[in-house]
T-cell receptor, first 114, second 112 residues
């Protein structure tokens, strides 16, 4: 079955530690996205990538970093510079931009910083 | 800039009653609109989308939405809800760089 996988589902880290969230897709999509979800705020875009080896900042990129070395993979690193990292993180992918923008979502990773 | 407003943060309704979840958008480009559903601790699933053509769009699970250009609205409706429809619903518009702009969500709570 084609889809998007995110791991782990739950992640606990101590304050000041960097942590990397995994996102893999086998839909052969060109574009991939990372969102952060907080209660009552909807989804906010962190980073997106339209093609391998290229990515762009979204609305709340500070304290986060990404890489796109392979088409299938778009890992997100939450660095110690992120002031309030506890949140639900969602990865998504879509066909090449310009084709209606429909995005498919992974199951999410809930990060809790203690 | 494009934006989406979901006017109701929570909508309580009894089972088998009709429901409408409201969404208004602003966009200066051709409008592509989406409704997604999110069950607790899960990702988002596409319910339906408007790209062009008929203004009444039918989606999965018996939901439908109507695109109203003059009122800049894309309200989601279901004639009879089930307990299993309890979830959070997000309206989204595609912006002029092909990214999605999401509303803040509406929590639909269906009571027996």
């Amino acid at each position: 079955d084609g889809g998007i996988t995110q791991s782990p589902k739950y992640l606990f880290r101590k304050e000041g530690q960097n942590v990397t969230l995994s996102c893999e897709q086998n839909l052969n999509h060109d574009a991939m996205y990372w969102y952060r979800q907080d209660p009552g705020q909807g989804l906010r875009l962190i980073y997106y990538s339209q093609i391998v080896n290229d990515f762009q900042k979204g609305d709340i990129a500070e304290g986060y970093s990404v890489s796109r070395e392979k088409k299938e993979s778009f890992p997100l690193t939450v660095t110690s510079a992120q002031k309030n990292p506890t949140a639900f993180y969602l990865c998504a992918s879509s066909k090449r931009t310009g084709q209606f923008g429909e995005q498919f979502f992974g199951p999410g990773t809930r990060l809790t910083v203690l | 800039a494009q934006s989406v407003t979901q006017l109701d943060s929570q909508v309580p309704v009894f089972e088998e009653a009709p429901v409408e979840l409201r969404c208004n958008y602003s966009s200066s480009v051709s409008v592509y609109l989406f409704w997604y559903v999110q069950y607790p601790n899960q990702g988002l699933q596409l319910l339906l989308k408007y790209l062009s053509g008929s203004t009444l769009v039918k989606g999965i699970n018996g939901f439908e939405a109507e695109f109203n250009k003059s009122q800049t609205s894309f309200h989601l409706r279901k004639p009879s809800v089930h307990i299993s429809d309890t979830a959070e619903y997000f309206c989204a518009v595609r912006d002029n760089t092909d990214k999605l702009i999401f509303g803040t969500g509406t929590r639909l709570q269906v009571f027996p």
